[in-house]
């Protein structure tokens, strides 16, 4: 009999029970934050210059992992074999594109495309894009991009390890989309 009132008592106890509220409530925000960082979201910090002016070296951002479409214009982060990279989307699965070497001008689907945010410069070739003028990459016979892939090139075009380098990257090989600027 004292035995089953000693555990009622340690039962109804608020010292028995924060312990293992507190330590339950820490479980659930570790698995909680594992979860939004894996699937939803997570936050980077730039290392180069790749991207600028719109994304500055040291600043820190936020990822959204959780997106279902790439579209033209997004800044994405990627594997490109070397770590991982940040770069805008310019082409999409379907797309055509040409890039004028001489003068810096990116045509998508025939079209000249606006850039407002990049700082072209002359001979912004790199070894992919060169290596296509040997087999007919002209404004007339541009580089079609296959489906599932993206064509990415960095803002700051004389500084940026981009798919001029590297060529299209699998949309597979996509982090996340650069959301927003975390200061």
Do not use: H
Not at 18 to 47: D, Y
Not at 64 to 74: A, I, N, P, Q, T
């Amino acid at each position: 009999m004292e035995e089953n009132s000693a555990n009622a008592v340690r039962k109804k106890s608020p010292a028995f029970r924060i312990p293992v509220i507190v330590i339950c409530a820490l479980a659930a925000a570790v698995i909680i934050t594992f979860l939004l960082n894996r699937f939803a979201f997570s936050m980077i910090k730039v290392s180069g210059t790749g991207m600028e002016p719109t994304v500055m070296n040291g600043e820190r951002w936020l990822i959204d992992k959780s997106f279902d479409e790439l579209g033209r214009g997004d800044i994405v982060t990627f594997s490109s074999g070397k770590g991982a990279s940040v770069s805008r989307i310019v082409a999409v699965g379907g797309d055509s594109l040409y890039l004028d070497m001489q003068s810096g001008r990116l045509y998508i689907n025939g079209e000249l495309y606006d850039e407002p945010y990049a700082k072209n410069s002359p001979g912004v070739g790199g070894s992919y894009i060169s290596g296509l003028a040997g087999g007919g990459y002209s404004k007339e016979n541009p580089l079609v991009i296959e489906q599932g892939y993206v064509f990415v090139m960095g803002d700051n075009r004389g500084n940026s390890r981009d798919s001029r380098e590297f060529g299209p990257i699998s949309e597979s090989d996509v982090f996340g989309v650069v959301a927003k600027k975390i200061k």
